[in-house]
């Protein structure tokens, strides 16, 4: 068997032997991956947290959330600013408490928003603007914040959005994580980038 028969025989499996090599290449730059999640945590109560609690220690809760808003009962109106613009609220208030926080219109991402609408349940169940945004969705969930806190006080945020703040790259991550993937494609494999390489099939 000459050179030339060996030559011809290796070639006849270099297709099969660069989808092996691309294969391995990429299941190697994705094994460690996992997806981000972003999804808002219900917290729990403290009541259900602590299972001996007595009735006084429960009606002492209980008693600082409420009354906790010095303001006479109807629906007060705000705007706070979100990811992408101006978001407006509505909060009834009934016997000194939040009893109700409505979206009236938002300028953010739907799918961001939707999880920002957690802070609403937060406020309510505590009485309380002191509490934590949702991950994933932070700048919504300060507009949101921010919007009751002005329908409530008054008082206005900077009316910055969070897109300035942020420099406007929404899908910047997915979009690392493909040069990622590029990147290591053409390290490990760079004659698949080159015109020979298609030369071989």
Known sequence: MDMNDK???IKSFAPILSVALVTACVVGSLSGYKEPVYAAQKTER?????SKTTSSEKVEK???AKGSFDLADGVYKGTGTGYAGDIT???QIKDKQIVAIDILS?????AFFNRAKAVIDRIIEGQTLNVDTVSGATYSSNGIISAVKNALTGEKDSGETGQ???GGTAAAGSSTSVGHFLRTVHTCYPFLFSAPAFALV
């Open 7 to 9: 030559g011809k025989k």
């Open 46 to 50: 403290m009541e259900d947290k602590v």
């Open 62 to 64: 209980k008693s600082t």
């Open 89 to 91: 609220v509505s909060v």
């Open 106 to 110: 938002s300028s953010d991402d739907a």
């Open 164 to 166: 300035s703040q942020s």
